[in-house]
């Protein structure tokens, strides 16, 4: 599966940002989809994933109340939904896919084979 982020930018703290992950691929409704972010200097950390059926769900504490995943099988397409940004949140995000990650792993991020480029979000205080 190849995915593509897009959504990012350069907001002002408070604002909100919606980024999207359009995903190839046939079989995008098995795929449990998440989301990392990377900081300049800083390892990349997880921010929230998704099951295959979006029921079930998985935040970093740091965006929990802030941030929403979510997901359109039928049109291959991840979400975050990232209000109340702070400047903490500025780092290039990536989305993620595994078809075999458990609900116990899909924070971990060696556990997902595909990753997306990236799109950068800065926030401005």
């Known amino acids: 599966v190849q995915l593509q982020a897009s959504g990012g930018g350069l907001v002002q703290a408070g604002d909100s940002l919606r980024l999207s992950c359009a995903a190839s691929?046939?079989?995008?409704?098995?795929?449990?989809m998440g989301w990392f972010r990377q900081a300049p200097g800083k390892e990349r950390e997880f921010v929230a994933s998704?099951?295959?059926?979006?029921?079930?769900?998985r935040y970093a504490d740091s965006v929990k109340g802030r941030f929403t995943i979510s997901r359109d099988n039928a049109k291959n397409t991840e979400y975050l939904q990232m209000n109340s940004l702070k400047p903490e949140d500025t780092a290039v995000y990536y989305c993620?896919?595994?078809?075999?990650?458990?609900?116990?792993?899909?924070?971990?991020?060696?556990?997902?084979?595909?990753w997306g480029p990236g799109t950068q979000v800065t926030v401005s205080s």
């Open positions: 993620a896919a595994d078809s075999r990650i458990t609900l116990a792993t899909m924070s971990i991020a060696k556990k997902f084979e595909y």
């Open positions: 691929g046939r079989s995008f409704g098995s795929y449990v």
């Open positions: 998704i099951s295959w059926s979006g029921d079930s769900t």
